[in-house]
């Protein structure tokens, strides 16, 4: 009879020491148990599979010990491994967001940059459709070399390259042009009829293309904008047998190219 008492009394004893080492509030446990839900309820856990797999094993084992009254270390050390590996994960989740946040405000910011490129290009297409209409109304004409305007001899006197005082009008609507749009560029070809030699010919339609680029400088016309060059006798229009024919080939052309700054072939020769 003592024996069996002393048995009883043994394993009451057990069952006391496995309930001390468990106790029903263990801080690990509890933290382990809120933090593993909320990183495997994230809509990127994907990214941080295998560190939200190992919490999950972890902190099964910790309640597997808790309910068969386990060691209390045994219990928090797999706990701690789980709230770790939770915590592993989220920061891999948090990069993950912080990374779609960045590559969604890129791809924002690169929308709205073409969008202001294509708005860019519709004004600047506007502004060169009215250039073309405001050149076109000065009766320059359209060549493989650019837009083309010819002024004739009556822009200076006979043998000078001083302008009349009734080509200015003309120069002003041309230094509005050229005002206007800062990336189209100019040449101005100086040209002569076959009168006179050809070294004087040549100087005096290089001194008239400069004149006329002088004049567009002074109204404000970027010097950048303007290139000038006398072609002399070399390139005539019409015949020079006749007082006619030699009216047509003095004459002063301006060549203009588009809007987008590249160079037109002015030095091709004439219209």
Do not use: W
């Amino acid at each position: 009879m003592k024996r069996t008492q002393y048995l009883l009394a043994g394993a009451v004893a057990a069952v006391l020491v496995g309930c001390a080492s468990t106790p029903k509030h263990i801080d690990e446990l509890e933290t382990a148990r809120a933090v593993v839900p909320q990183v495997e309820a994230s809509p990127r856990a994907g990214v941080a599979a295998t560190n939200i797999a190992d919490a999950r094993k972890s902190l099964d084992t910790a309640n597997r010990l808790a309910e068969k009254g386990g060691k209390l270390e045994d219990v928090k050390y797999h706990s701690l491994v789980a709230t770790r590996n939770a915590e592993i994960a989220n920061e891999k989740i948090l990069t993950a967001q912080a990374r779609d946040e960045m590559d969604k405000g890129a791809a924002e910011r690169q929308a709205v940059l073409v969008q202001s490129r294509e708005h860019e290009t519709q004004a600047a297409q506007q502004r060169a459709q009215a250039l073309e209409q405001e050149l076109a109304q000065m009766r320059a004409k359209k060549t493989d070399r650019g837009m083309v305007l010819t002024l004739g001899d009556v822009l200076f006197d006979t043998g000078k390259s001083t302008l009349k005082a009734g080509a200015y009008s003309t120069i002003e609507r041309l230094a509005g042009v050229l005002k206007e749009d800062q990336n189209r560029k100019v040449t101005i070809e100086g040209h002569t009829d076959s009168v006179g030699s050809d070294e004087l010919n040549q100087q005096l339609s290089e001194a008239r293309a400069n004149a006329v680029r002088a004049a567009l400088v002074e109204r404000g016309v970027s010097d950048s904008q303007i290139s000038a060059v006398g072609k002399g006798e070399s390139f005539p229009v019409a015949s020079n047998d006749n007082p006619s024919g030699r009216q047509q080939n003095r004459r002063v052309e301006l060549v203009f190219n588009d809007s987008k700054g590249s160079q037109t072939a002015s030095d091709a020769g004439g219209t």
